[in-house]
């Protein structure tokens, strides 16, 4: 088999695991709260993300680990899992699934506009015109289709979502500046992010056991949206001759998702929603075309 081909595979092996995220959160969320979800599901993260790393005998870089290197991850590993997952799965018990789910979608563009501000990058007019589809996209969406009142829904809700997302262009950037491993730092940034969680938990929730099916959907998120997918992307990533070719992929994931939220949550799909998702994902993929070219 052809190293692209199975690119292809492992990439389309990751965005399948991604589009049934929102459906887990949304049967999770019935049973658990918030702190309580992601710190178990952090956990096994730190698990999974070990052992991966125990076979590739890469854990004696604990042992090399500098106090700056320690204090970028305890950065890190704040933003994500910690504040990115807590904002964002507070947007899923307050919205819809679909809702929340697809205007978190805006983080390539919030990425773009906080490189503006942080990394001093120039914007021109047709960013600004791919910015604004995407924009019509959030207010078609936040709006439910009702655009002539011009009065979201659920305010705090859709607030929430876009704020996840630019809690995650803020980690994006800070973890580009950083040239380690990515598996190091990711299993990192989630033993961080599983310490602040615990705090969270004592502090603001309860630590309960949950029962079978909050177990089952805390151990799902902790292997397939914060542990095993990552490797599944990243190797597609390293096997592709170009990055192009998979990174693409990754946008069939919003409406996969939209079709596990029907089919298993029972969740009917606005066509404001559906319609909202493709000018959200026009405008990303028309900046990243601008981008590119300006390479």
Same mark, same amino acid.
């Given at each position: 088999?052809?190293?692209? *081909?199975?690119?292809?595979?492992?990439?389309?092996?990751?965005?399948?695991?991604? #589009?049934?995220i929102?459906?887990?959160?949304?049967?999770?969320?019935k049973?658990?709260?918030?702190?309580?979800?992601?710190?178990?599901? %952090?956990?096994?993260?730190?698990?999974?993300?070990?052992?991966?790393?125990?076979?590739?005998?890469?854990?004696?870089?604990?042992?090399?680990?500098?106090?700056?290197?320690?204090?970028?991850?305890?950065?890190?590993?704040?933003?994500?899992p910690?504040?990115?997952?807590?904002?964002?799965?507070?947007?899923? *018990?307050?919205?819809?699934a679909?809702e929340?789910?697809?205007?978190?979608?805006?983080w390539?563009? #919030?990425?773009?506009?906080?490189?503006?501000?942080?990394?001093?990058?120039?914007?021109?007019w047709?960013s600004?015109?791919?910015?604004?589809?995407?924009?019509?996209?959030?207010?078609?969406?936040? *709006?439910?289709?009702?655009?002539?009142d011009?009065?979201?829904?659920?305010?705090l809700?859709d607030?929430?979502?876009?704020?996840? #997302?630019?809690?995650?262009?803020?980690?994006w950037?800070?973890?580009?500046?950083?040239?380690r491993?990515?598996?190091?730092?990711?299993?990192?940034?989630?033993?961080?992010?599983?310490?602040?969680?615990?705090?969270g938990?004592?502090?603001?929730? %309860?630590?309960t056991?949950?029962?079978?099916?909050?177990?089952?959907?805390?151990?799902?998120?902790?292997l397939?949206?914060?542990?095993?997918?990552?490797?599944?992307w990243?190797?597609?990533?390293?096997? #592709?001759?170009?990055?192009?070719?998979?990174?693409?992929?990754?946008?069939?994931?919003?409406?996969?998702?939209?079709?596990?939220?029907?089919?298993?949550?029972?969740?009917?799909?606005?066509?404001? *929603?559906?319609?909202?998702?493709?000018?959200?994902?026009?405008?990303?993929?028309?900046?990243q075309?601008?981008?590119?070219?300006?390479?």
């Open positions: 088999m052809k190293n692209q *081909t199975k690119a292809y595979i492992y990439a389309l092996s990751a965005v399948l695991f991604w #589009s049934t929102a459906t887990a959160f949304s049967l999770a969320l049973e658990l709260d918030s702190f309580q979800l992601m710190t178990g599901a %952090s956990f096994v993260a730190v698990i999974c993300l070990a052992t991966i790393l125990s076979f590739q005998r890469k854990l004696g870089f604990l042992r090399k680990l500098k106090v700056n290197d320690l204090l970028h991850s305890a950065l890190l590993g704040f933003l994500n910690f504040l990115y997952y807590v904002v964002l799965l507070k947007a899923y *018990t307050i919205l819809p679909q929340a789910m697809a205007l978190n979608y805006v390539p563009i #919030s990425l773009v506009l906080l490189s503006v501000v942080i990394l001093k990058q120039k914007i021109g047709k600004l015109a791919a910015i604004g589809v995407s924009f019509c996209g959030v207010i078609l969406i936040g *709006t439910r289709g009702q655009l002539l011009f009065a979201l829904t659920d305010w809700g607030l929430l979502a876009l704020s996840s #997302s630019v809690v995650w262009a803020l980690f950037i800070f973890n580009m500046k950083d040239k491993d990515e598996s190091e730092k990711l299993f990192l940034n989630f033993f961080f992010g599983f310490i602040y969680l615990l705090i938990t004592f502090l603001f929730s %309860s630590f056991m949950p029962g079978t099916k909050g177990l089952i959907a805390v151990a799902y998120i902790g397939f949206e914060l542990g095993i997918t990552f490797f599944l990243l190797k597609a990533l390293t096997l #592709s001759s170009s990055t192009d070719k998979v990174s693409q992929l990754v946008f069939l994931s919003p409406f996969l998702s939209l079709l596990f939220i029907n089919l298993i949550v029972k969740e009917p799909i606005l066509p404001s *929603t559906i319609l909202g998702l493709v000018l959200i994902i026009a405008g990303i993929l028309f900046q075309k601008i981008g590119r070219r300006r390479r």
